[in-house]
């Protein structure tokens, strides 16, 4: 992303700002103003003072967003069919996730929660009451995650209160947040940021990031100050084409994240939300990428590749099948495409 007139402190949140700081030209105004009706703007000046054009392709509005394909959805990973309450999902029996707000720092362009974030930013007092009520009455949840939005939005005062809280409800042993703000916007992880992640229960924090060129100075000294403070992270990518849908830029991005201390997680598969069909790969694509993945790199830098199934029905690895069976046993594919014979114990 090459914005020369970006602000140096200040997001950019509408197309008269893009066109102002250089990311799209004047004759995009009229389709980029739809895009913009359905879905809000929002870009760090952190990233759009990035030179690449991956970035700029993930959070620069694009008149392909007014295609919407006949599989697309609204709420592409069911929330609302597991929702006791709102702004909680109660989709495993061993854990929820607490949508602490709908705000973020950053509108990714292929967020599959789009129809709602920017619509208002903490999650209003009575429904987070009611959330924690739920959560407490259900003894079956061992992990609370944090997300929304992007929970490292809010205030660190905001954030301490709800760790706090939750803190107080014997049966959490873990809390995860996921956010992209230690990339996007690593100037909020200061002390107090530090601070209001301490609590009993054991804190993870989650990093969304897809690309290594995302990887700026200022987001690795966030990401060491949250490792030096004794959180684990892990992270999450979405597999977009045009952006990082090949073998050898997810490794450059998840050697650089294991660096870091940030372990890879999961590999997305990108959700059918409306108007992102431009972004999506098929699956055989993404399969093909995980298998070579496995034979360039270390296990500990290969995340899981995974889809959420439309409708709420829950995440599902769907990496290269390296198994078959035979008349022999099992068939075992090797990550230079051998076979070999493998026989169970009789």
Same mark, same amino acid.
């Given at each position: 992303?090459?914005?020369?007139?970006?602000?140096?402190?200040?997001s950019?949140?509408?197309?008269?700002?893009?066109?102002?700081?250089?990311?799209?030209?004047?004759?995009q105004?009229?389709d980029?103003?739809?895009v913009?009706?359905?879905f809000?703007?929002?870009i760090?000046?952190?990233?759009?003072? %990035?030179?690449?054009?991956?970035?700029?392709a993930?959070?620069?509005?694009?008149?392909?967003?007014?295609?919407?394909?006949?599989e697309?959805?609204?709420?592409?990973?069911?929330?609302?069919?597991?929702?006791?309450?709102?702004? *909680?999902?109660h989709?495993?029996?061993?854990?929820?996730?607490l $949508?602490?707000?709908h705000?973020?720092? %950053?509108?990714c362009?292929?967020?599959?929660r789009r129809?709602?974030?920017?619509?208002? $930013?903490?999650?209003?007092?009575?429904?987070?009451t009611?959330?924690?009520d739920?959560?407490?009455?259900?003894?079956?949840?061992?992990e609370?995650?944090?997300?929304?939005?992007?929970?490292?939005?809010?205030?660190?005062?905001?954030? @301490?209160?709800i760790?706090?809280r939750?803190?107080?409800?014997?049966?959490?042993?873990?809390?995860?947040?996921?956010?992209?703000?230690? %990339?996007?916007?690593?100037?909020?992880?200061?002390?107090?940021?530090i @601070?209001?992640l301490?609590?009993r229960?054991?804190?993870? %924090?989650?990093?969304?990031?897809?690309?290594?060129?995302?990887?700026?100075?200022?987001?690795? $000294?966030?990401?060491?100050?949250i490792a030096?403070?004794?959180?684990?992270?892990?992270?999450?990518?979405?597999?977009?084409?045009?952006v990082?849908?090949?073998?050898?830029? *997810?490794?450059?991005?998840?050697?650089?994240?294991?660096? *870091?201390?940030?372990?890879p997680?999961y590999?997305?598969?990108?959700?059918?939300?409306?108007?992102?069909?431009?972004?999506r790969?098929?699956?055989?694509?993404?399969?093909?990428?995980?298998?070579?993945?496995?034979?360039?790199?270390?296990g500990?830098?290969?995340?899981?590749?995974? *889809?959420d199934?439309p409708?709420?029905?829950?995440?599902?690895?769907?990496?290269?099948?390296?198994?078959e069976?035979?008349?022999?046993?099992?068939?075992v594919?090797d990550?230079?495409?051998?076979?070999?014979?493998?026989?169970?114990?009789d």
């Amino acid at each position: 992303m090459n914005s020369p007139n970006a602000p140096l402190n200040a997001s950019l949140n509408s197309v008269d700002d893009l066109i102002a700081a250089g990311l799209v030209a004047p004759d995009q105004a009229g389709d980029l103003a739809r895009v913009e009706e359905n879905f809000r703007i929002r870009i760090t000046s952190e990233m759009a003072g %990035v030179q690449s054009p991956a970035v700029a392709a993930q959070f620069v509005p694009d008149a392909r967003e007014l295609v919407t394909r006949p599989e697309e959805l609204t709420d592409p990973i069911g929330d609302s069919a597991h929702s006791p309450t709102y702004g *909680l999902t109660h989709r495993y029996p061993d854990r929820v996730i607490l $949508a602490a707000t709908h705000a973020c720092e %950053v509108y990714c362009r292929f967020c599959f929660r789009r129809e709602v974030v920017g619509e208002a $930013a903490a999650l209003p007092e009575p429904a987070l009451t009611a959330a924690l009520d739920y959560i407490a009455k259900t003894p079956a949840i061992w992990e609370v995650i944090l997300t929304g939005g992007d929970p490292m939005s809010l205030s660190p005062r905001r954030i @301490a209160s709800i760790m706090a809280r939750l803190s107080a409800i014997p049966h959490v042993q873990i809390i995860r947040l996921h956010t992209r703000v230690p %990339v996007v916007a690593p100037q909020r992880i200061d002390d107090a940021m530090i @601070a209001a992640l301490r609590a009993r229960p054991t804190v993870y %924090v989650g990093v969304h990031t897809n690309h290594v060129d995302e990887l700026t100075p200022a987001a690795c $000294a966030a990401l060491a100050r949250i490792a030096d403070a004794g959180f684990p992270m892990v992270s999450q990518t979405v597999l977009l084409r045009g952006v990082n849908d090949d073998a050898a830029t *997810l490794e450059a991005l998840f050697r650089a994240l294991l660096t *870091l201390r940030v372990q890879p997680y999961y590999l997305h598969h990108c959700d059918l939300a409306q108007g992102t069909s431009h972004f999506r790969t098929t699956i055989a694509a993404g399969q093909a990428i995980m298998a070579q993945l496995r034979g360039r790199m270390s296990g500990m830098g290969v995340p899981t590749y995974v *889809l959420d199934i439309p409708g709420g029905f829950g995440k599902v690895p769907i990496g290269p099948d390296y198994l078959e069976r035979s008349a022999q046993g099992y068939m075992v594919t090797d990550w230079q495409g051998a076979r070999h014979i493998y026989r169970d114990p009789d």
